[in-house]
C-alpha cells in the first residue's frame, strides 16, 4: 500500500500538480517530425529530462549534451557515467559532465560551461563530429552530394567548426534552413528545436551504428576489464552476509578504498529491458549497467527475469556503479527509474518528504516499482534488499543493494 501521503484518494491530483507527462513524450511535436522523433525516442536517445518540454522550442546547451551522451551510448553500446567532478563553475548537471569526461564538449573557458543559452547549430555538430572520434568512428570524409559550399553563408561558419559541419552536411545529419525566396542557408550560429536536434541525433546513429571500435579489450580506456565469473543459475545463491561478502570481496577484508580499485572490479552488462512509448505500447530495448565484475551474471539473471515477466514492467532509466558514498561505489546497488522512485525521509508524521526523485505511485505511474512486483521480487529472490522497505529513517523506492545499505 502506498504511504499515508500518497493515498490512492490523492493521487490523481497529486498527479495533475505534478503536471506529469504521458511517458516519454515530448510536447507539441509538428507533425512532419512526429515519425523521426518517435523513432529517437524508440531509440534510446530522449533524455528523460526533456519529457513535456515543447518540441518546437530552441534546445539548450545542457539539453543537448544529455542527447550527444546517449548518441554516445548507442553508437558504442557502452554505459556512461558522470564522475564527482565539477569541471564548470556555473553547471554540475551529470550529462554535462559526462560529456565533458568523455571529449565531447569543452565549454566557454574559465570554468563557465553556459548551460541554459540556446546551442548553436556548429557547435551541434562539432558535438556530434566529436563522438565519431572519441568513439573512434571510421567515417570518411565525405561522404554525399551535399556540399557546404553550396550555401550562401559558409563564410561564417567559425574555423573550429568547418570540418564538423562539413561531415554533418555530407551524411546529411544537418541540412540547410530553406526560406521563402527558395533560397537555403546553413545558419552555423543559428539554433535547432528540440525536434530537430532529436532527428539530428537519429539521423547520426542510424549513418554510424556499429561503426565504433572501441580499440580492443580495454574499450580504448588503457584498463582491461575484468571477466564476468561463470554463473550456474541452479547453484544456491549466497544466503548470510559472510557468503555475499565473500563473493563479492574474496578474502578481502575490506571494501574497495579508491575510485581507481573499485574501477578495476567493474564491468558492464547489456540487459533486455522494456521501454514505453509515448503512445503506450512497448518496445524491446537494451541497457546498459555497470556493476560489480562477481555480480555481474547474477544481475544479468535479474533483468532477464523482469522482462519475461508478465508486467513488461518499463526501464526509463537505471544506474550502477558510480564512485560515491554507499553501495554504488562498490558496484553492488542498482537504481532504477529515479524520478518515479523518489528517495524519502520519514516525518514524525509518517508522512515524506522527496530528497531525490518526485514521488513513488505504484498502479498511478507505470514507472514506479510496487512491492511484490516483478521487479521487487527478481530483486528479493536473488539476495538484494529494496529501499522502499529496508530502513526506518527513510525510504528509498529506486534502490535495490545487495549488503541492504
Not at 531509440?43 to 519529457?51: D, H, R, T
Not at 543537448?64 to 554516445?72: D, E, G, L, R, T
Request: hydrophobic share 40%; net charge negative.
Amino acid at each position: 500500500m502506498p504511504h499515508p501521503l500518497f493515498r490512492r484518494a490523492g493521487a490523481l491530483a497529486l498527479l495533475a500538480a505534478l503536471a506529469i507527462p504521458q511517458a516519454g513524450a515530448l510536447s507539441n511535436v509538428s507533425s512532419w517530425a512526429q515519425s523521426e522523433v518517435d523513432a529517437a525516442q524508440a531509440a534510446g536517445l530522449m533524455p528523460s529530462s526533456l519529457e513535456a518540454s515543447s518540441a518546437q522550442g530552441a534546445i539548450t546547451r545542457r539539453e543537448f549534451c544529455s542527447i550527444a551522451v546517449n548518441v554516445y551510448k548507442a553508437v558504442t553500446g557502452k554505459a556512461v557515467f558522470a564522475s564527482g567532478k565539477k569541471p564548470f563553475r556555473d553547471c554540475d548537471d551529470p550529462s554535462v559532465v559526462a560529456a565533458y569526461e568523455l571529449g565531447l564538449i569543452s565549454g566557454r573557458g574559465n570554468g563557465i560551461f553556459d548551460p541554459d543559452s540556446c546551442i548553436e547549430r556548429q557547435d551541434l555538430c562539432v558535438m556530434l563530429n566529436n563522438v565519431i572520434s572519441v568513439a573512434n568512428i571510421d567515417a570518411p570524409a565525405r561522404a554525399g552530394d551535399a556540399c557546404l559550399e553550396d550555401y550562401p553563408d559558409v563564410a561564417s561558419i567559425n574555423s573550429y567548426a568547418i570540418e564538423a559541419m562539413v561531415r554533418m552536411v555530407d551524411y546529411a545529419v544537418v541540412g540547410g534552413i530553406a526560406h521563402n525566396d527558395g533560397s537555403a542557408t546553413l545558419s552555423p550560429d543559428g539554433t535547432a528545436t528540440r525536434e530537430q536536434a532529436l532527428i539530428m541525433a537519429n539521423r547520426f546513429c542510424t549513418t554510424f551504428a556499429g561503426a565504433s571500435d572501441p580499440e580492443g579489450p580495454d574499450g580504448g580506456d588503457g584498463q582491461t576489464d575484468p571477466d564476468v565469473p561463470p554463473y550456474d543459475p541452479t547453484a544456491p545463491l549466497p544466503q548470510t552476509d559472510e557468503e555475499k561478502w565473500a563473493l563479492v570481496y574474496g578474502s578481502s577484508d575490506q571494501k574497495y578504498q579508491t575510485a581507481e580499485e573499485a574501477e578495476a572490479n567493474m564491468v558492464e552488462v547489456a540487459v533486455p529491458v522494456w521501454r514505453l512509448q509515448s503512445d503506450g505500447t512497448k518496445t524491446s530495448g537494451t541497457a546498459y549497467i555497470e556493476v560489480n565484475c562477481n555480480l555481474a551474471a547474477i544481475v544479468e539473471d535479474i533483468f532477464e527475469e523482469i522482462y519475461n515477466g508478465d508486467e513488461q514492467f518499463p526501464i526509463k532509466n537505471v544506474g550502477g556503479y558510480s564512485w560515491r558514498t554507499g553501495e554504488h561505489s562498490q558496484g553492488t546497488a542498482i537504481d532504477i527509474n529515479w524520478e518515479e522512485n523518489m528517495e524519502a525521509t520519514i516525518n514524525a508524521d509518517g508522512s515524506l518528504t522527496p530528497t531525490t526523485g518526485l514521488y513513488w505511485l505504484p498502479g498511478e505511474d507505470p514507472y514506479s516499482i510496487p512491492e511484490g512486483g516483478d521487479v521487487y521480487n527478481a530483486f528479493i529472490s536473488h539476495g538484494f534488499l529494496w529501499g522502499g522497505n529496508a530502513w526506518r529513517s527513510k525510504r528509498d523506492y529506486m534502490h535495490f543493494s545487495y549488503f541492504g545499505t
